[in-house]
C-alpha cells in the first residue's frame, strides 16, 4: 500500500511542477496535510503562487476547488451557508456556502474579522456546519488552504492561538529561484499553463490511502525525540507559551505520512527534522523580550534541534 501511496504522489507532483516550478517540498507539505485530515497556513507575499499550488492540486486530483476572499465586511453565513425561506413551500431551503467543497482556498483570512475567521474552526476540526440546530457534513477530503500576507498588517485581525493551533502545518512558498522565473516566464508565454492542466489520479482514492499512513513504523526512539523537542518549547526562555499536546500529535502524524510519500513504511529522524519547522512554527508564541532581541520561532526551534540528539534503539541479536 505504501508503494501505491507512492505513486499516486508521484503523478501529482509531476502534474503541479508544470504549473508550480521548483517548489516539490510545498507540494509535498500540501499532499501530508491532506494525508492527515489537516490544514495549511500559507504565509507569503502576493504572486507567489499560493491560489495557483492550490488549483493546481485539486485540478490534479479531480477533486473541487472554491476560493473565498476574505474582506472585513464579510459575514460566517457567507462562508458557510445559509436557509433561505420557500414562500411557495412554505419552508426553508439551505443553501451551502464554499466551504462545501474539496479545496477552500481563504485568501487573506487575516482580513476577515473575528466572527468570521471562527465560522470556520467547526469546518476544519470536526469536518461539519451546524446551522439553526442542524449538522451538515463536509464532502471529503476536506482541506482548508488559508492564506496571509505577513508584511501588510494594516486593517487585519490576527488569528488567535486557539485558531493558528487548528493549522496542522505553516507554510512559505518564497521566491523563485532565477531558473525556476525564468522557465515560468516561458511556460506562460502562450498563455498559463494551469489552463491546460488534466486530472492524473482519483481523488477519492485519498480516502483508502489514508488508511496506509498510520500502519507506517515510528521507532519508540523517534517517539522521544518528538516528545523532548516538544516540551522543550514549553521550557524555553524565550518563548511564552510553547507547543501543545496537538502540536506533538500533528508532528507525529505528518512523519508518518511524509515517510509513505518517500515510499517508506517507517520514519527516519530526518522526516521529523524536516517537519518540525512548519509544524510547530506557528504554534509558539514568543516573549516580547526574545522578539525585542531579533529571536524568531524558526530561530528559536533551531536551537532546540540543535541541542537534542536523536538516540537510536540498538538493534538486537
Known amino acids: 500500500m505504501v508503494s501505491e501511496l507512492s505513486a499516486f504522489a508521484s503523478a501529482i507532483f509531476a502534474n ?10 510545498q507540494i509535498e507539505l500540501i499532499l501530508v496535510a491532506m494525508l492527515c485530515q489537516g490544514h495549511v497556513l500559507l504565509e507569503d507575499v502576493p504572486g507567489t503562487g499560493k491560489t495557483m499550488l492550490a488549483r493546481s492540486v485539486a485540478v490534479s486530483m479531480g477533486i473541487e476547488f472554491k476560493r473565498l476572499q476574505c474582506t472585513p465586511d464579510l459575514l460566517p453565513n457567507d462562508i458557510v451557508g445559509v436557509h433561505i425561506f420557500l414562500p411557495n413551500e412554505s419552508r426553508f431551503e439551505f443553501h451551502a456556502g464554499p466551504v462545501f467543497t474539496h479545496i477552500l482556498l481563504c485568501d487573506e483570512i ?27 457534513p463536509l464532502p471529503q477530503p476536506f482541506l482548508v488552504l488559508a492564506t496571509q500576507n505577513p508584511i501588510e498588517y494594516e486593517g487585519t485581525f490576527p488569528l488567535p492561538e486557539a485558531q493558528l493551533d487548528r493549522f496542522l502545518m505553516r507554510i512559505t512558498m518564497g521566491y523563485p529561484a532565477l531558473e525556476d522565473e525564468r522557465e515560468m516566464l516561458r511556460g506562460q508565454r502562450q498563455g498559463h499553463p494551469v489552463e491546460r492542466l488534466q486530472q492524473v ?14 500502519d507506517v513504523h515510528v521507532d519508540a526512539s523517534l517517539e522521544d525525540y518528538i516528545l523532548k523537542i516538544v516540551s522543550r518549547t514549553r521550557v524555553h526562555p524565550d518563548i511564552a507559551l510553547g507547543a501543545s499536546p496537538r502540536g506533538s500529535l500533528a508532528l507525529y502524524k505528518a512523519s508518518q505520512a511524509l515517510a509513505a510519500l518517500k515510499n517508506r513504511d517507517y520514519v527516519i529522524p530526518d522526516d521529523i527534522k524536516q517537519l518540525i519547522p512548519p509544524v510547530l512554527g506557528h504554534r509558539l508564541l514568543l516573549k516580547p523580550e526574545g522578539q525585542l532581541r531579533g529571536r524568531t520561532a ?20
Open 16 to 25: 503541479v511542477e508544470h504549473v508550480i516550478i521548483g517548489k516539490h517540498t
Open 110 to 136: 487575516n482580513r476577515a474579522t473575528p466572527r468570521t475567521q471562527s465560522a470556520l474552526l467547526e469546518a476544519m476540526q470536526e469536518r461539519q456546519i451546524t446551522l439553526a440546530g442542524e449538522t451538515h
Open 201 to 214: 489520479v482519483d481523488g477519492a482514492a485519498l480516502m483508502t490511502l489514508r488508511q496506509t499512513v498510520s
Open 298 to 317: 524558526a530561530r528559536v526551534l533551531e536551537g532546540i534541534m540543535d541541542g537534542v540528539d536523536v538516540e537510536l534503539d540498538e538493534p538486537t541479536d
